[in-house]
């Protein structure tokens, strides 16, 4: 399988200057981290906070369709066809967008390559494959939300999350948490969400903080780009 990098998508030519023009005007933060962080608790209280839409535009995650749809994880081709169904959500969402909302994305192209590297493959690789370099990645995301995996300092409460998507083991969720910290180290807008003597609500509302002060940062540099 070779990725068709997304100029090549169809749907892109047909939309043309409108679609490159929304996406350079959406602001795009993703929640990263390993397993059994708080993702889909964050996103559910952003929803209960924002019922009428206003502001979050919850794009959710690529590999958890692709898995739920029937395919198996574990493999390159796997995370190509993740970056592929990433990029189209991500701009079908961003399309329609109105002013002052948002794109919240459960993981990112990024993440994939946390997931190749622990499948053994090289950046140049991952890079010729998705035919993006790693500028391109990360300047599709203006900010970063790290939600470190319970499985570090929370083991007991990773052991009681249920996910018929993920099978991780603690000490998988927990490698997997440091590969996704290794491959946004040179993001500038990341912050880092630690377990809180495992206090859930606590940890979600300090994401939600975190968040604010992300959103207070972009307002501040909307045209800013990674250099």
């Known amino acids: ?32 981290g390993g397993p059994g962080g708080g993702k889909t608790s964050l996103l559910r209280e952003l929803r209960l906070r924002d019922p009428k839409i206003e502001r979050f535009i919850l794009v959710p995650e690529a590999a958890t369709l692709l898995i739920q749809a029937g395919h198996r ?17 991500e701009e079908s969402c961003a399309l329609p967008a109105r002013p002052r909302q948002i794109l919240v994305c459960d993981r990112s192209t990024v993440d994939s390559l946390a997931y ?5 493959g090289e950046d140049e690789e991952f890079y010729e494959r998705t035919g993006l370099n790693q500028r391109n990645h990360l300047n599709e995301y203006l900010g970063v939300l790290h939600l470190q995996t319970a499985a570090i ?22 490698r997997v948490d440091d590969y996704c910290l290794r491959v946004w180290d040179s993001h500038p807008r990341r912050l880092l969400v630690e377990n809180l003597k495992g206090d859930w609500s606590a940890k979600t509302q300090t994401a939600i903080d975190c968040l604010d002060r992300l959103l207070d940062e972009i307002e501040e540099a909307k045209s800013e780009r990674i250099v």
């Open 1 to 32: 399988l070779r990725f068709l990098s997304r100029s090549s998508f169809r749907f892109r030519e047909k939309t043309g200057e409108q679609l490159e023009s929304r996406l350079m005007t959406v602001p795009k933060i993703v929640l990263t």
């Open 73 to 89: 994880p574990g493999s390159k081709e796997f995370q190509l066809a993740v970056v592929a169904l990433q990029l189209a959500l």
């Open 116 to 120: 190749w590297r622990l499948l053994g």
């Open 153 to 174: 300092g929370a083991v007991d409460h990773y052991l009681q999350i249920t996910d018929g998507a993920r099978v991780e083991t603690a000490e998988e969720a927990a």
